[in-house]
């Protein structure tokens, strides 16, 4: 560790907004935690007030003034710190940074970039040397062209060839950017880009391909390791805050994976960052080709799911790595006993499902694309891929009961309405395939990979088989609980119900699918099917959870509602 810092300034990231939210707070507060813990004293400018990092106690100074580089500077000279943490409060924070770089201020009044130096951050937001940088190692990235004005776009479109992509320089979840196919598309999205950043790359189009992303964490002696990686649903086309997300990867390949992870840590060391980062791949679905989409520099919203869905603490580990620790002197503050060079090892499924509130607008396009609009986003985790996206849509406060048994949607053309995604496409795809799309046609019009389709057709399937039951809801009204038993205890029964259980099904779906709703309130309906479970031995194996329950005390009730 380096001995001769002793006062940090942390750049939070501003008011919250589309695109920048929680995640940054949360990896701020987890950079406080790390400093104060080593005695440094912390000083904090974030002007939200709604946040944990700017709770009493949590930094030394707080500063309740905007991410500006003037206001910074003024600070700065202020306070006098030794340091400054950059990479915590995303992009707001990251681009004050490189701007008071780029003044001078950081040198004028001695101030010493923690963690990734700046020249490796303008290089990852540079687009233009950013390809060049990768060029370098040999390591594939989008054909693409920067431009500075709306006539260079226009020539690197007839360049590349449409469709293209138009991506904003510096900005935060894909302002500006958009897939153009004509010309006067282009137009008008190369003014909304330009608004945005005066630097603009044109990329030619890979609509289509998966996105992957790999967490990945650098020490200032060279080490690294891949914490986790994650797959979207949805494929190339769809930012990744507007897709599900899946972790670990499922449709990769042994071979697939490990190129994809090296290449991660080659990108990394040869960059320079120190900390962690996100590297974000196009892989082409039906070889092993693949293309570098962007490298954050930073904590990002994919890093708070990688911490939470590994156990993991990354913006811990982060802030300490850029104090000059190695990953061999750094323990899991999760785990207490494995060291942080250790890669974490998942034996369950996370899904990341993201929430949208555009019901509330009136006039707003619902259809997704490479721009954010979601608000929010919810994690569940399962043993399977079916029951962590059940429990996720659950949550997500849509009113849904998981990817069945929901409310009817309308929907006027279906086929179009798969091709062209919007905020309900994954119920869109549910419909399709309860009125008989084959896996197939539905892979076709939304390019997802038949892997997950075929997933979610098996929930569909097994949907199916519990409406064969039906006619136990007549049974209910004129049978006592015990006469009911005796059917009940079918075998085949209490193996679809036991197999429902295992992917994700939840009381009151077994209960509306076998019609027991049209004769009870909902809840109650539920409850019955839960009765049934518990008399026929169908239960979580509740061993782990007394274990749990007796390690954490406290904890108790919500491990027992957790899996019951």
């Not at 700046?118 to 060049?132: G, H, K, P, S, W």
């Not at 998966?210 to 649903?233: H, P, Q």
């Not at 995604?421 to 997802?448: C, N, W």
């Not at 061993?543 to 509602?561: F, H, K, R, S, V």
Request: with cysteine.
């Amino acid at each position: 560790m380096d001995k001769t810092i002793s006062k940090v300034l942390l750049l939070g990231s501003g008011a919250l907004k589309i695109g920048q939210a929680g995640e940054f707070d949360y990896s701020g507060t987890q950079a406080l935690k790390a400093l104060k813990e080593e005695g440094i004293s912390t000083i904090l400018i974030n002007p939200n007030i709604a946040t944990v990092q700017t709770s009493a106690g949590m930094a030394d100074t707080v500063y309740f003034q905007p991410v500006q580089s003037d206001i910074v500077e003024r600070i700065i000279e202020k306070e006098r710190p030794d340091g400054i943490l950059l990479s915590f409060g995303g992009q707001t924070a990251l681009n004050c940074g490189v701007e008071l770089y780029q003044r001078g201020v950081f040198k004028r009044f001695g101030v010493k970039v923690l963690g990734t130096p700046v020249e490796a951050i303008i290089d990852t937001e540079d687009r233009d040397l950013f390809v060049r940088r990768l060029d370098e190692i040999g390591v594939k990235t989008i054909k693409s062209e920067a431009c500075s004005s709306i006539d260079e776009v226009k020539k690197a479109a007839a360049t590349l060839g449409f469709p293209v992509i138009l991506r904003a320089a510096y900005a935060l979840g894909g302002l500006g950017s958009g897939f153009c196919d004509n010309e006067e598309e282009l137009q008008s999205q190369a003014e909304e880009a330009f608004s945005f950043s005066p630097q603009v790359l044109v990329e030619k189009s890979l609509r289509g391909w998966k996105e992957i992303e790999y967490e990945v964490v650098r020490d200032c002696y060279d080490n690294c390791i891949t914490v986790c990686n994650m797959e979207n649903f949805d494929p190339l086309g769809i930012h990744t805050g507007e897709s599900i997300v899946v972790a670990p990867s499922q449709t990769l390949t042994n071979a697939e994976y490990h190129q994809l992870r090296a290449l991660a840590i080659k990108i990394i060391r040869h960059i320079g960052i120190v900390g962690e980062c996100n590297v974000q791949y196009a892989l082409d679905p039906v070889s092993e080709d693949y293309r570098v989409i962007e490298v954050n520099a930073r904590l990002s919203r994919s890093s708070a799911l990688a911490s939470k869905a590994t156990g993991y603490p990354l913006a811990f580990i982060a802030a300490k790595l850029a104090l000059g620790y190695g990953l061999f002197d750094l323990k899991n503050t999760v785990t207490k006993t494995t060291s942080a060079f250790f890669e974490p090892a998942l034996d369950y499924v996370v899904c990341k499902i993201p929430r949208w509130d555009l019901t509330k607008f009136k006039g707003v396009k619902r259809e997704l694309g490479s721009s954010m609009k979601s608000v929010g986003e919810v994690m569940a985790i399962g043993r399977t891929f079916e029951e962590a996206l059940q429990k996720g849509l659950r949550m997500i406060g849509q009113g849904m009961h998981g990817f069945v048994e929901n409310h009817e949607i309308k929907i006027k053309d279906i086929a179009k309405s798969l091709h062209e995604p919007t905020d309900m496409r994954i119920f869109v795809v549910s419909k399709a395939m309860k009125i008989g799309y084959t896996v197939e046609q539905i892979h076709q019009l939304t390019m997802i990979d038949r892997w997950f389709l075929e997933k979610l057709k098996h929930i569909v399937i097994i949907d199916q088989r519990l409406h064969d039951f039906s006619y136990l809801s007549e049974l209910v009204t004129f049978m006592s609980p015990l006469e009911l038993l005796e059917y009940i205890e079918a075998p085949e029964f209490m193996e679809l119900l036991h197999t429902a259980k295992i992917y994700g099904f939840s009381d009151f779906q077994i209960a509306r699918a076998i019609g027991l709703e049209n004769d009870m309130p909902m809840e109650q309906a539920g409850q019955l099917i839960r009765s049934w479970r518990k008399e026929l031995g169908i239960l979580p194996v509740t061993n782990q959870i007394d274990t749990l329950a007796a390690e954490y005390p406290a904890q108790t009730n919500y491990l027992y509602m957790s899996y019951l």
